[in-house]
C-alpha cells in the first residue's frame, strides 16, 4: 500500500522551474548580481549558494531575514493601506528578497488588490507601480 503521508510535491529544480519562489539576491555580487538558491533544495536546510559568484549563505540567515519580514507583513491581514503595502514591498527587495520571492508576491498580490479599489489608486490614476526587475 502505498505511503499517503508525503502530500507536498518535490521539485529537484533549485529555480523551482525559474520562479525562484525562495530565491534571494546576493549581497557580495550587488545589484545586478546572481540569485542565492538552494544548494539542495531536497534539503529544506541546505545551504544556499550564488548562481553567479557561488558564495554561500546558510539557509538559518536567509530564514531569520524571511521571518522578520513575515512578522511584518502580518498587518495585511487587517489593513489595506496601498502606502503600507508600498513601503513593505521595498523592504522586501532592500532586504534582498527576489521579485518572485513568495514573500514579495505576497505583497504584490495584495497590492493588485487595492490598486483599482482606492481613490487615487484606480488602475487610470496609476503610473508608478512597482515593476522589479528580476
Ligand atoms: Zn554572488
Redesign the pocket.
Known amino acids: 500500500m502505498p505511503s499517503t503521508h508525503e502530500s507536498t510535491s518535490v521539485s529537484a529544480d533549485p529555480t523551482e522551474l525559474g520562479t525562484y519562489l525562495d530565491a534571494f539576491k546576493?549581497?557580495?555580487?550587488g545589484e545586478d548580481?546572481?540569485l542565492?538558491v538552494s544548494v539542495d533544495c531536497l534539503d529544506w536546510s541546505s545551504d544556499f549558494s550564488?548562481?553567479?559568484?557561488?558564495?554561500r549563505v546558510p539557509r538559518q540567515v536567509l530564514q531569520a531575514v524571511e521571518d522578520e519580514i513575515g512578522e511584518g507583513l502580518d498587518f495585511m491581514n487587517h489593513h489595506d493601506d496601498p502606502e503600507l503595502l508600498e513601503a513593505a514591498l521595498d523592504l522586501c527587495l532592500e532586504k534582498g528578497l527576489h521579485s518572485g520571492h513568495y514573500l514579495t508576491l505576497a505583497v504584490k498580490k495584495h497590492l493588485s488588490y487595492v490598486y483599482g479599489r482606492r481613490p487615487g489608486f484606480l488602475l487610470h490614476q496609476e503610473s508608478h507601480l512597482h515593476e522589479a526587475d528580476p
Open positions: 546576493c549581497a557580495a555580487c548580481g546572481g542565492l550564488c548562481e553567479s559568484c557561488s558564495g
